[in-house]
């Protein structure tokens, strides 16, 4: 399976989120990759803590791959190379985690016809020797994202399943923007019907994820002013009232994960040390990402219209 | 090795020989627009030729070295670019201009058999077979000729590929030509485009055409283009793809392929032949074929260059 | 005794890349000699005994670099890397690349045409030691670029291969590519062929080290590929046993993880099938120690004991309820 991670902006944590719902699925048996396609700032690396490649690798990266300067890329096995505590040794039951780095000060390149054969190439590779290989895109319209549209509709890709996952904050922007970059006149259905895909499977494969989401129930906010709280919730309800005009609404949710400091100050993978031991990130967090995971390969979760 | 447990997919692995002509001499090369400009253009052409097929009937007597020289000659009618005219109407004028002039057409050939001829796909086969020539720092890792439809005879600039955003600047280096003296001539073939069915590009199908001509080209060990003659009771078709591929007009006529090719074109045709010679020169030619035609040569006491762009000579007149 | 190591001693090397195909059903011989046609005018080798075996025609790719070296300096050599692809059982898909090593008459390079009637030889432009040719080449490090490197050649065929149309893109199960990068000096006069090291590194790349009588590079590459071809098996057949979790998962999910290696896998053990005469003798050597077949079969009887024990009950369920 390939999942695409996209968001409409910067700052939705879609590499963050990402990168743990490829944690969590290598915890649950698969095997993973993650391709760093965020080319304008190659970073994954850092949040698996390799050294040496948090800002990509110095030589073999995506980057130079795509580009026809190098035949293999650098592949780095996370339970092998990892200097976080909890990632250094690979769990009984787990599967593979392998991460594809960017190459470091990496920007984004042009796409031409090469490119793309060369990341049909790419794709076809991993996915018959990972069960899930997810890739996270540049933010906004990027080269990125045409590249991956361009190479999912080549008829070589068509057996291979393909789901996107769009992130997006929990405010009216952040909706919208989601929606335009989704739904828009040059968003990902338009831009893929373009290239040949099916605008309605299209549309089907694509699911939203709510990041950064504050729970006006959670006892954090329990000690505010009444006002307040009523604020919050008709905020709440009022933004779920947009996403549900703008087609981001229940049907196309996979997962809300919470306002979390770790994910947004630390952008690591969240561990169960740091849940249970050190408790530094919610239990909440860990649930939602839990969640999110597990509704990544859960075909009922897909099938909603 | 293992060859005994392997069990070739036909029946007949022998690669066959062709008889050969000392020299394949090329009368023309037939385009629509040539054919538009009326029978005068052709009276015209042929007149120009005369004397530089006389010489090359005299060249290939001091090749032969005093014995008699075989010399086939040959007429290429475009018909893959665009088709004009029919066989019925054109093939009779054109043989009339140059008896007029002096000269005889062996064997008439239609372009669109250097892409695809009985059933076989020449064009592909030998685009199968070009070996790019490596600029140096080639390790094995960068994509070949195939990938990208092109082939050059050295090194392009690194100006022409795309950067990255904000990447480094690379400062521009001129392309060179692989072996230059002193200067480099720098030239870059497009072999085909897609849009979105591949068409070849013209030089490309001159140079399946030289190779023919050289008798190099081979399908599974089996001859390929091989002339047909009209049966007496048959006329010429309507159409050209219900043509022989290589029609045979003259039964006496010596082996169409031959050591070694002379053709006499306007000089509007020099920068394809040129890139003619680009390709050719990376052509991987099938290994048995080649040996036959220097056994062959060595048997009949005749040099033949090495170098398979070397067996080419051409001639180019003035005028479009 | 090995021969005197001098510059002028021929090097045989290459890689080979082994991956299953990416198709729900194993070609036929009929489809596999089309998805291996690379050279339209040329034949595809076909064999059906003792399994059947499809070769790809041999392609051509030029190089001007260097050559590797574990010590000394590396030398510049121009020619070109022979490649094909072969298809085991219609299921296993392997590339190829080798090339033999002739010194050169001059230091300069050659007009390409020259190269060109030497289909598969590199030429070294400077002297060289043989020795420390093969050690660089075979150091398990990725080999650095400007360097000689026939395995990117190889990972370009197969991938190019693996796009066939013919091709559905649905493999029975998921496994990775393995990398054999081999080299091969003369053998001492009147010796067999020997293997002189077998190394498996990480991420899927062994070496291979060999003294063969042989000096044609496609009979040894033929060797290398059947060493591939089984230490691919062995490689793959262990990461699915592994994820099968054999032995403590749930019965139904252990058998549906097992079954795509009883259809697709179990088959093609057939160690030394296809090697040439005079080159055996490497196969030997490795039953016997790290005992390839060994391994294979202990691996096989779990997999078939486990397979009678996980289908036991489901057919005394099956008979009971009919």
Known sequence: ?305 | MTEQIFRETTAEPRTQSLPLAHVSLELGHLYMEDFEDGPDRLREHFARVKPWADAAHQAAAVMSGGRRARVSTCFLIDDYFTQFSSPRELVPLLLGEAKAAGLEIDYLARESACAQADGVALAAAVESRLVESPTEGSDGTRPGVREVGWLSNGQRSPASDAGEAMGRVVPWTPPSEAGARRHSIFVDVELWNEDPRRTWSCPFLAAVWQLARLGLLRHRGNPVLEPRSLRPDQTLPETWSALPPLLRLNDSAAPFAAYRTTSVLPSRFLPIEHAVRVVLSQVEADATALRQVAERATAEGIQVPADIPDRAAYVFYPGP | MAPADSGLQPVLCGEVRTSVLRTSEALTARTAVQLLNLRPDEHVLLSERPNLRVVSPQLLTGVDCRLPAAGGSRPRAVGTVAARAVLTEGRVLQTSAFARLVPSEGSHRRAWGHYLLRPGVVEPLARHQARDVVDGFLAAAPLPGGVLNPGAVAERLLDHVLRHRLLDQRAPFKSGRTRLRWAALPAAEGAGASIERFTVAADGLRTVALRTPVADPAAVAALCEDLALHDWLLTTLLALVERSRLGSGDGEAVLAALRPLVDHLLHLWMPGARVPDGLSGVWETLEKQPGFSRQWQTLVQRIRDQVAVQTAPLSRRVLASS
């Not at chain 1, 509709?153 to 929990?170: G, K, T």
């Open chain 1, 1 to 305: 399976m390939l999942v695409f991670a996209a968001s409409d902006k910067g700052g939705t944590g879609r590499s963050v989120t990402s990168s743990n719902v490829a944690y969590r699925r290598a915890l649950a048996g698969d095997d993973v990759c993650y391709l760093d396609f965020d080319f304008g700032s190659p970073t994954a690396a850092a949040v698996f803590d390799v050294p040496g490649a948090s800002r990509g690798v110095a030589a073999g990266g995506l980057h130079s791959h795509l580009q026809g300067r190098h035949t293999e890329p650098h592949r780095i096995d996370v339970w092998a190379e990892s200097e976080h505590d909890e990632l250094r040794y690979r769990p009984t039951g787990s599967g593979r985690l392998v991460l594809l780095p960017g190459d470091r000060d990496g920007g984004e390149f042009a796409i031409g016809k090469n490119t793309v054969r060369r990341c049909v190439n790419l794709f076809l590779h991993l996915e018959s020797e990972f069960d899930v290989v997810v890739v996270d895109l540049s933010a906004g319209r990027s080269y990125a994202v045409d590249m991956v549209l361009e190479a999912t509709a080549q008829p070589e890709l068509q057996a291979v399943l393909s789901r996107w996952l769009v992130f997006h904050r929990w405010t009216h922007q952040h909706v919208i923007a989601a929606h335009g970059l989704v739904f828009g006149e040059r968003g990902i259905v338009a831009g893929g019907v373009e290239r040949g895909h099916d605008k309605g499977a299209l549309r089907d494969s694509i699911r939203f994820v709510r990041a950064a989401v504050p729970d006006p129930e959670s006892s954090l906010w329990s000690h505010v002013p009444l006002a307040q709280s009523e604020w919050m919730r008709t905020c709440d309800r009022d933004l779920t009232q947009l996403a549900a005009e703008l087609d981001l609404g229940y049907a196309r949710l996979l997962g809300k994960i919470p306002l979390e400091p770790v994910l947004q100050w630390r952008e690591q993978l969240i561990t169960d040390e740091d849940v249970l031991a050190s408790k530094v990130a919610g239990m909440a967090t860990r649930q939602a990402l839990e969640e999110l995971a597990a509704a990544l390969v859960d075909d009922e979760a897909w099938e909603r219209q």
